[in-house]
């Protein structure tokens, strides 16, 4: 795994399931904890364990909760044992992690010895402006976006991979299939037989494909930092409505990646199926 210790934590406070399938699912050795002695706490792999290990490019190998783990008087007997829990309270159901736990893989390559605890902020479910705030406006930027044409209700699967776009693109561009226009696209455009746009894998690219954890249904991204130029524009209307776009306008956020159907050709091929959305700053 490529990112480090804050790049994890960002990810796992912003889409903790897409590190799922990048983790190894432990649980506390509870013959390894007494009363005496928490400076031996062992974890076992087990396929249904309550923590996550994950390791970064240093092999550093780090413990995180998995997510959603919900916390209650029980469970923090053993949590705190692993984490300081800034904060906790019974009745405080969500929390954030501000640093995982480190851990040392042993010679039996399937048990790791707790060698520094992590920290969990816990949140107040009463006491949550910032929290609030920002989720409200972004439910607002999104219907205001989405009232303007009413859209029929879409499909949320791309929502994770749209979050980790937005805090991580990196990440995404390494699941990414880099594609461009294809020149038959460009000279049946310009001889005005066709609008539609079709998309091939290549080297060089102005988007990526991207498939969703059904790996059936796939989207479109711009790459990371385009710049979307007054002759560029004119062909991304074909894949994006854009809203509140004018020429000396260069950045943007993405509402909504477009959505894509592969073409039953011998090479990899798309077209637009949905378009996406696109919102002008």
């Known amino acids: 795994m490529s990112f480090k210790e804050q790049e994890l934590v960002e990810v796992y406070n912003e889409t903790p399931n897409s590190l799922v399938s990048k983790v190894v699912k432990v649980a506390v050795n509870q013959e390894s904890v007494t009363a005496n002695n928490n400076d031996s706490i062992i974890l076992a792999s087990i396929g249904n364990g309550n923590y996550w290990v994950v390791y970064d490019a240093d092999i550093n190998y780090w413990l995180l909760p998995k997510a959603k783990l919900r916390i209650d008087r029980y469970r923090y007997e053993t949590v705190k044992l692993l984490f300081d ?109 066709s609008q539609r746009i079709v998309l091939e894998k290549a080297t060089k690219c102005n988007y990526w494909v991207v498939y969703d954890n059904t790996d059936k249904s796939c989207w479109l991204f711009f790459k990371n930092n385009m710049r979307i130029s007054e002759y560029r524009y004119k062909d991304i209307q074909a894949l994006f409505e854009c809203y509140g776009y004018q020429p000396d306008y260069l950045s943007f956020k993405l509402v909504k990646p477009a959505k894509l159907i592969s073409l039953a050709t011998e090479e990899q091929k798309w077209i637009a199926e949905e378009l996406g959305i696109l919102e002008f700053i």
Do not use: H, M
């Open 85 to 193: 829990c800034n904060d906790y309270e019974p009745e405080y159901d969500s929390f954030k992690l501000d640093k995982p736990a480190q851990v040392s893989i042993l010679a039996n390559n399937s048990e790791w010895k707790l060698e520094k605890r992590g920290v969990l902020k816990f949140i107040n479910p009463l006491k949550t402006p910032e929290i609030l705030e920002k989720d409200d406006e972004k439910n607002i930027t999104i219907s205001s976006v989405e009232d303007k044409n009413n859209p029929p209700p879409q499909s949320l699967a791309y929502t994770e991979l749209l979050n980790i776009y937005n805090t991580n693109p990196k990440l995404l561009e390494k699941k990414a299939i880099k594609v461009l226009e294809t020149t038959n696209s460009i000279n049946r455009k310009r001889a005005g037989i």
